[in-house]
């Protein structure tokens, strides 16, 4: 069965320092591939995506991620960090080819501490 | 409207009820999905719908879950005889195509079961 897993699941820093989120997925075929971030008291929204070409995508905020297809891993990074970043961090996947479930890691919750 | 509306934000209920809970996506979308998150939990996907079209409903837990878009507009979420175990946040998420693409998510309702 598809999973997704994310290493971290609390994650404390300091604003400046530099963040990577781990998410792994076990699937064989080809996959599209999401970071989500729900900010405190916020919805789930959409902070990047990748579903093919460059493996590096940048999305909102300063964030990107890398998809490692030999990996099966999509880690999220943000040079530095602000206050502002607090939040919760989902990966999901969904199969390029029947994208009806997105699948979800149980997520990370980031402290970035003034 | 201009984002998924879901209501009721909190609903408490005693064991054995039966409870209703409404989506209300973004007008024009074509995709409407349900995911179940329970505490410290990613979102669990329950059920898709494509129009009024019911494609998968392989989330469900059981058969108290019941889910129904039937103008491909509005969704409700009926779940009878809830149990202690169906205590959850329960998201709504609609995408303007086909398939688990780009989500636009509802700030979900919380069921709690006493």
């Known amino acids: 069965a598809q999973s997704v897993s994310q290493h971290n699941h609390h994650v404390i820093l300091s604003e400046a320092a530099s963040l990577e989120l781990g998410c792994n997925y076990s699937?064989?075929?080809?996959?599209?591939l999401f970071w989500y971030v729900q900010y405190p008291g916020q919805h789930l929204q959409l902070l990047l995506k990748y579903f093919s070409g460059d493996p590096l995508v940048k999305g909102i905020k300063g964030f990107e991620a890398e998809f490692i297809k030999s990996k099966f891993s999509f880690n999220l990074r943000k040079p530095s960090v602000q206050w502002s970043d607090t939040a919760e961090y989902f990966c999901a996947v969904s199969p390029s080819n029947s994208g009806y479930a997105l699948n979800f890691g149980k997520g990370t919750s980031l402290l970035v501490t003034p | 409207g201009a984002g998924v509306s879901q209501s009721p934000r909190y609903k408490v209920a005693k064991r054995g009820q039966d409870v209703a809970l409404r989506c209300d996506p973004i007008s024009g979308h074509v995709s409407l999905f349900w995911y179940q998150q329970a505490l410290g939990q990613g979102p669990e996907f329950l059920t898709y719908?494509?129009?009024?079209?019911?494609?998968?409903k392989s989330g469900l837990p059981s058969d108290r879950f019941f889910a129904e878009r039937p103008e491909g507009s509005v969704s409700t979420l009926k779940i009878q005889r809830t149990q202690q175990e169906d205590s959850a946040v329960y998201l709504c998420?609609?995408?303007?195509?086909?398939?688990?693409?780009?989500?636009?998510f509802g700030a979900g309702s919380r069921l709690t079961v006493l």
């Open positions: 699937y064989g075929g080809t996959v599209n």
């Open positions: 719908f494509q129009n009024e079209a019911q494609l998968d």
């Open positions: 998420a609609s995408s303007l195509d086909s398939g688990a693409n780009v989500l636009t």
